[in-house]
T-cell receptor, first 111, second 113 residues
Framework: GEDVEQSLFLSVREGDSSVINCTYT??????LYWYKQEPGAGLQLLTY?????DMKQDQRLTVLLNKKDKHLSLRIADTQTGDSAIYFC???????????FGKGTMLLVSP | NAGVTQTPKFQVLKTGQSMTLQCAQD?????MSWYRQDPGMGLRLIHY???????DQGEVPNGYNVSRSTTEDFPLRLLSAAPSQTSVYFC????????????FGQGTRLTVV
């Protein structure tokens, strides 16, 4: 079955880089996503990567995909206190209409 | 541009009561979904719809019903609320294309006592 795993917590200092890791089990995953959830809010799409790509960069965000190991990572450069949130890794399988989420990684950025 | 609107934002129910969580989107999206978010569990899919008149079960459908009579609306019904249904519920919509995002509502925080 489908399973997405993430580390639960990451603490970094402002200005450092943050790397959030995710593993997934379903090799038929087509797209992999990173969502951000701030306290009391819904989910905001940060970025996504197609399964035939190795890397995608979008401003401070870099996504790396190792399809052989089914490993996905999100790197946030120059992390700011406003980046403190829960980050969810998600995969789409059922024709893109639904997502399977990891449990989320809480990122805490200290000044 | 409202996007995905969920009502109510907060609700307290007694065990055994029924209620409907409303979800509406104004983006003409075909695909809509309901998720529940529990501490340490991430988001789990309850039900989803790929178009008006079509619904299907997700990972945790028991105790919930849905219908999709229009493209815009996708209500979630709790038939007989139980404390295990205490959660934050999110509705999402997407046009189904893989390189477009799923838009989420702000969530409904439900407590069943």
């Amino acid at each position: 079955g489908e399973d997405v795993e993430q580390s639960l917590f990451l603490s970094v200092r402002e200005g450092d880089s943050s790397v959030i890791n995710c593993t997934y089990t379903d090799s038929s995953s087509t797209y992999l996503y990173w969502y951000k959830q701030e306290p009391g809010a819904g989910l905001q799409l940060l970025t996504y990567i197609f399964s035939n790509m190795d890397m995608k960069q979008d401003q401070r965000l870099t996504v790396l995909l190792n399809k052989k190991d089914k490993h996905l990572s999100l790197r946030i450069a120059d992390t700011q206190t406003g980046d403190s949130a829960i980050y969810f890794c998600a995969e789409s399988i059922q024709g893109y209409s639904t997502l399977t989420f990891g449990k989320g990684t809480m990122l805490l950025v200290s000044p | 541009n409202a996007g995905v609107t969920q009502t109510p934002k907060f609700q307290v129910l007694k065990t055994g009561q029924s209620m409907t969580l409303q979800c509406a989107q104004d983006m003409n999206h075909e695909y809509m979904s309901w998720y529940r978010q529990d501490p340490g569990m991430g988001l789990r899919l309850i039900h989803y719809s790929v178009g008006a008149g079509i619904t299907d079960q997700g990972e945790v459908p028991n105790g919930y019903n849905v219908s999709r009579s229009t493209t815009e609306d996708f209500p979630l019904r709790l038939l007989s609320a139980a404390p295990s249904q205490t959660s934050v519920y999110f509705c999402a919509s997407t046009d189904g294309g893989p390189n477009t995002e799923a838009f989420f509502g702000q969530g409904t925080r439900l407590t069943v006592v």
